[in-house]
């Protein structure tokens, strides 16, 4: 059974940091583009980061570039989400996504097979 699981969200300060862990279990990680979305209340679903494993190529949304990092340890099977500098616009649930097979980067949730079930993150200004 493919599965993702988020963790690590919470309360953090504006400027704090987070690290959001994306577990995957029933499959391998090794050939699979992850993506980090997140949603804030009242608005759509957006992604902010993805990474393809087999390369280790990353993509960011402007909004979040060179403040969020996304990784991968593929033998711990695990992609993770540093977020540095937090702002209260940063304040969503966030989600990690799987596409199998994926060598081209993409933010666009409808590209995307499997999700987790989403991990709070609040900054508070």
């Known amino acids: 059974q493919v599965q993702l699981v988020e963790s690590g969200g919470g309360l953090v300060q504006a400027g704090g940091s987070l690290r959001l862990s994306c577990a995957a279990s029933?499959?391998?990680?090794?050939?699979?583009?992850i993506g980090w979305f997140r949603q804030a209340p009242g608005r759509e679903r957006e992604g902010s980061s993805c990474?393809?494993?087999?390369?280790?190529?990353?993509y960011y949304t402007d909004s979040v570039k060179g403040r969020f990092t996304i990784s991968r340890d593929n033998a711990k099977n695990t992609v993770y989400l540093q977020m540095n500098s937090l702002k209260p616009d940063d304040t969503a649930v966030y989600y990690c996504?799987?596409?199998?097979?994926?060598?081209?980067?993409?933010?666009?949730?409808?590209?995307?097979?499997?999700w987790g079930q989403g991990t709070q993150v609040t900054n508070s200004s």
């Open positions: 996504a799987g596409c199998l097979s994926a060598a081209s980067e993409s933010l666009t949730q409808y590209d995307y097979d499997y």
């Open positions: 029933g499959f391998t990680l090794d050939y699979y583009r």
């Open positions: 990474i393809i494993t087999s390369t280790g190529c990353t």
